[in-house]
């Protein structure tokens, strides 16, 4: 018994930390720092979701838990499973395309959680142990000049220029072209800076 109670409360406290991460990061776009972390959390708590489930499978509540957890996992393939391909990408990072810690402060990343739509480009600022996102790009390419542009898919490296209150410069580079690029931080623009 006492062995069961030690396991619901390890396992209480790691779904308490997923939800808390989800949470802060579905509300105001705060999670702990790095990439990784979250991927880390989710899988720690799938495989503690396994051993709870095959542990104690003779309890009854444990085994609705169980045809609960699935039939969510059925109703999100029913949207032409977009859900569940997003929480397969996200959970096992198949989903990033480009991580770089460009600064002390700062990591730019390019990541796709399904297979409709374009990349999305983030710039997260980290204050340890957290991280907010401040800049995120839907559906944009990164402007050279007037004609030519550098798809999210395309890019190779980008490199921290500077920074003032407003704005984030960068060097945003593919194997042909590159371009130094202001983002606005807190909104959704960007703007081909002067060379």
Request: hydrophobic share 45%; glycine share 4%; charged share 20%.
């Given at each position: ?71 969510i996992i059925l109703l999100s393939v029913l949207p032409m499973a ?48 957290f991280e907010k996102e401040i800049i995120t790009l839907l559906n ?31 060097n945003i580079s593919s194997d042909k072209q590159h371009a130094k ?15």
């Amino acid at each position: 018994m006492k062995d069961f109670e030690n396991t619901i409360l390890s396992y209480l406290i790691i779904t308490f930390l997923l939800y808390a991460d989800l949470f802060l990061y579905f509300l105001i776009k705060v999670t702990i720092s790095g990439y990784w972390f979250d991927r880390i959390l989710f899988w720690i708590w799938f495989c503690a979701t396994l051993y709870l489930v095959s542990a104690f499978w003779k309890r009854l509540w444990i085994r609705r838990y169980f045809y609960f957890l699935c039939a969510i996992i059925l109703l999100s393939v029913l949207p032409m499973a977009m859900p569940f391909v997003a929480i397969i990408l996200s959970s096992t990072g198949q989903g990033l395309y480009y991580n770089k810690k460009i600064s002390d402060k700062y990591r730019f990343e390019v990541i796709q959680y399904g297979f409709l739509g374009r990349p999305v480009m983030n710039i997260d600022e980290q204050t340890f142990p957290f991280e907010k996102e401040i800049i995120t790009l839907l559906n944009k390419s990164i402007p050279v000049d007037s004609t030519k542009t550098i798809d999210p898919w395309e890019i190779k490296n980008v490199d921290f220029i500077g920074e003032n209150d407003n704005s984030i410069f960068l060097n945003i580079s593919s194997d042909k072209q590159h371009a130094k690029v202001t983002f606005t931080k807190y909104t959704k623009e960007i703007k081909l800076r002067s060379q």
